[in-house]
């Protein structure tokens, strides 16, 4: 008898024992799922949220909006958004995006060949009041070709893609002094060949601080005479125009809007037909996009110059295969 209730004491020991092991990793899973669901929420709360904003372009724009999100993305400092714009009349109407939502626009549309396509005129002014108010908008490449009757869009981008008689054009001399010409001197703004072009910096600012004084960037189109209202404008860099005018035009520059942040470039070329081209590839370019989107979103800059970023006599590109193999 002795020995039967040793063993169902025993037995009930060790279910006991199991029982305590059972709740005990329960409660271990259950506190393991809670620290990350913290850890992904204070990960959310951290990283920076963009919006890009794309739809109807000359340029491929799904790919460079493609492209533009994996940079950002991979970096884990940004969480990227897209807003297509609609091509139906009906659902343009009711088209606008939560701006207020992100800390950064960035604008991927141009209708220079098609000026019927635009925003709907609540975007347009949802857009205004988002960066008048404090809100970073990045404008990528061709974006500043677009929307040339839209009189705060010209205000937001300062200078853009416009004829000879619309605005003051921006001069470099050799003396790096800016020269503003008038509407009707000199030409509408264009381009010639793209050439791997030298990046001078004209103005230090925290999107280039660390930068080398002058770097190459990759197979990119340099603007000569930009053109538009110009004010509240600072322009960061500029670069030898060797295959139209030979002369010194701006690459880079940021306006002031109100309360709100604007970075506007002729970087970011990418072609129909083209796939991740090395204007893209540059690491030069990836880590201004990278920079200038941070500062966009909080008036700082702390993403590092990398130790690989192109200097004045050489190219830096990363390989075709990592932005390829990244949409498989």
């Known amino acids: 008898m002795k020995r039967v209730v040793t063993i169902a004491l025993l037995f009930l020991g060790v279910n006991f024992c199991f029982s305590q092991i059972s709740k005990y990793n329960a409660s271990k899973a259950a506190n393991t799922n809670t620290i990350k669901a913290e850890n992904l929420k204070n990960t959310l709360q951290k990283t920076i949220p963009v919006l890009i904003v794309d739809g109807f372009s000359n340029h491929d724009w799904k790919q460079t909006t493609a492209v533009i999100k994996w940079m950002l993305e991979k970096t884990g400092r940004f969480r990227v958004d897209v807003s297509t714009v609609p091509l139906d009349s009906t659902q343009l109407v009711n088209w606008k995006p939560a701006f207020s939502k992100y800390a950064v626009v960035i604008q991927n549309t141009n209708n220079i060949n098609t000026p019927r396509l635009r925003w709907s005129a609540g975007a347009e002014r949802a857009l205004e009041q988002y960066v ?7 404008i990528l490449h061709s974006a500043n070709n677009a929307f040339a009757q839209w009189p705060e869009y010209n205000k937001m981008i300062g200078l853009g893609w416009r004829p000879s008689t619309v605005g003051y054009a921006l001069e470099i001399d050799s003396a790096r002094k800016i020269n503003r010409l008038p509407p009707g001197e000199g030409k509408g703004t264009g381009h010639g060949d793209r050439f791997d072009a030298l990046i001078q910096i004209l103005n230090r600012h925290p999107i280039n601080q660390g930068y080398p004084a002058q770097w190459k960037t990759a ?5 000569h005479y930009p053109r538009g209202p110009a004010e509240n404008l600072t322009v960061l860099s500029y670069a030898y125009d060797s295959s139209a005018t030979h002369k010194l035009w701006p690459v880079e520059w940021v306006v002031k809007y109100g309360k ?3 970075y506007n470039s002729s970087m970011g070329h990418l072609w129909t ?3 991740y081209p090395p204007a893209y590839r540059c690491v030069g370019f990836q880590t201004t996009v990278i920079r200038a989107t941070e500062w966009l979103a909080t008036g700082k800059v702390s993403y590092p110059v990398p130790k690989n970023f192109p200097a004045k006599e050489s190219l830096s590109l990363n390989k075709e295969s990592e932005f390829l193999n990244s949409q498989k």
């Open 260 to 262: 709100g942040r604007v």
């Open 219 to 223: 197979y990119t189109e340099v603007y």
């Open 273 to 275: 037909g083209e796939v």
């Open 132 to 138: 008048n108010g404090g809100g970073g908008l990045y």
